[in-house]
């Protein structure tokens, strides 16, 4: 499983602030906030109560229970009796091989592909404890090559195949125990800790973070329906698998494991990786006869480009890989370098797995494939790389992209471009570890007490809150206090309408960060009252704005529907299929980083089919309080007052 920078669009609320320049050098990395981020999902569905969702045991048991309701596969031996390995029909490789670059296990991989199309690959990962820090050795290697089961650390497999409804496949993911062979619900695959399933594989294969719906009536979390996946069956995270990009693995010397006596091998699961693509329009080249044809909103990826490219171009004429690609627009950009030193190496592997539909304005703009997109995502690689140090998303990418000072100033010269601040005083690149104060997006209020909170400041142990203007010219307003300023939250009163400048300076580790501003609009005729919002407030926007797309379920419907429908399937529509909508618009919601909820990026026109037109009332091209941005407004009291329903 590969790992990337997992770039997210920004629909207003501002990118993360600067370090002081006064500061003391930037920590070394990797610099990672509470919780761990390697590996989970960048929006893990946080609860009422801090907790993650997605990294619980019920999420695991909603997973199996969608894809294996049976348990026909809880244990090792099952799940390769029912994916047929050792069966003599099919086609059946194996490969041995060091994984340098992303988890730095020895991995034993066996792919087969059956007559019926469906696909199963078995990983056997080996870490011998000398080398426990999940860096990569050539000790891992060795221990792969001689089947040494003291460092057998776990078996990862991945399969491409059918629901337990049939229909069309789709990948699916489980974890077992090395010595038990049972299916396990969590896994460590980097030292870092056990992550629930599916995450640590879903979160580097394109997989996405859904909420779980309520639960059926045994009492039993059901894990979401996506609507828009061909398969269009719970389960279905629109997962994808990852070709072997070959030339980054490490291979022994001894003879039957060597690179060249691999190779053949090597290109016949890639073929398979292929084969699991569905395809935009059918194609008269023999690799791509077992692919299927793309519904009008599935992605058909860009993974088929780099195995074809790496083997010779179409009719894949050449027998060993060879990873020269680089996308036109990326070289027409005077780009090459970069997507040489830091897409490639570092953001290609998770990002050409992940995107919605196969034409231009179904959000696909997350693969990356062309420098036009990458260049779109600058905002969110500021955050995410430079400031929250949660992308690259494993551990050991993460530590080679910090660790490689081409790829680190190829990274800032490019965000300097784009017009951010990335470097000290001292023009070292500024690294993720120093306190960023996050006081979400602008607020509209009425007059009284509001609680502002700045819980989403990154490396931070301690607060300082100040007004620094407001509507009647004196410094500090006269007309508006704080409360518990040198807290995490403070209660922000006004008595008089008009707009406030609010400022939060977060530290951590005797750290000041840069103070980032916050705009609170006083209106006292707002309506209805920020705290009185409830999700009947925000289902009416989403109805009257988005329904127009978001309304057909089966094929042509995105993964959320915003019309009333039957959700759960009993026939009528009623107020539990409001709780199931209520869920997955929640879900939607990103409370480690308001601003970049899909909730509020999409209406406001980044990230939403191709456009960078807002829908009416999303506009932050306007200021806080304005009737262009009114429903975005609307929206962000409804989080900032914990989105309940």
Sequence with gaps: MAAALLLSSCGGGGDEGDVNPSSPPEPPPPGLSDPNSFLLFPNPQVQPDGSLQTDTVAYAEAYYAAIDPTNAKDNLVKWKAAN?????????????????????????????????GTIAVMVENFLV????????????????????????????????????????????????????????????????????????????????????????????????????????????????MQPLEVDRFDFHTLPGFTRADQEAALKTLNMMVLCSYPIAAPSAFPEDACRRVANINEWSGTADALIKSAYGGDGLPNALYADSFVPSTYAAAGQTALYQNVVAPYCRACHLVRGIGQQADRQSDIDLHTFAKFQGQAGRTRAHVIDRGNMPLAKIVFEGFWGDPTSVNLIATFLEGEGFNVRGTDGAVLRPGRPVAVPGPDRVVRQGPTTLSGGQSLYADSYRWTIVSGPNGTVPPTNATLTSADSVETTFTATADGTYVVQLVASG??????????????????????????????????????????????????????????????????????????????????????????LLRKPSGAHHAGSPAALPGFDTGVAAGQPGRANYDLIVNWISNGAPQ
Aim: proline share 8%; aromatic share 8%.
């Design 84 to 116: 047929g390995f050792d069966s003599g029909v099919g086609t059946q490789v194996s490969v041995v091989f060091g994984d340098t670059r992303d988890l730095g296990y020895g991995r034993r991989m066996t792919g087969r592909q059956n007559p019926d």
């Design 129 to 240: 404890e000398a080398v426990a820090s999940y860096t990569y050795s050539t000790l891992n290697l060795d221990a792969a090559v001689r089947e040494d089961r003291r460092w057998h650390l776990g078996t990862s497999t991945l399969e491409f195949s059918p629901g337990p409804g049939g229909g069309a496949s789709f990948v699916k993911f489980f974890n077992f125990d090395p010595l038990t062979g049972e299916r396990t619900l969590a896994a460590d695959l980097d030292g870092q800790g056990e992550k629930a399933m599916p995450s640590p594989c879903a979160t580097c294969h394109g997989g996405r973070g859904d909420p779980l719906t309520p639960p059926d009536a045994g009492g039993n979390p059901l894990f979401p329906l996506l609507a828009n996946g061909a398969s269009i069956t719970r389960g279905d995270l629109l997962a994808r």
């Design 509 to 598: 580790a005797g750290v000041d960060s840069t103070p980032t501003p916050l705009n609170v609009v006083v209106n006292n005729a707002l309506a209805p009252a920020p705290m009185a919002l409830r999700f009947a407030d925000v289902k009416a926007v989403l109805q009257a704005g988005c329904a127009g797309c978001h309304s057909v379920p089966g094929f042509l419907a995105p993964p959320i529907v915003f019309t009333d429908i039957d959700r759960n399937g009993d026939a009528i529509v009623d107020a539990t299929d409001d709780l199931w909508f209520f869920t997955e618009v929640r879900g939607r919601v990103n409370f480690t980083d308001v601003a970049a909820s899909p």
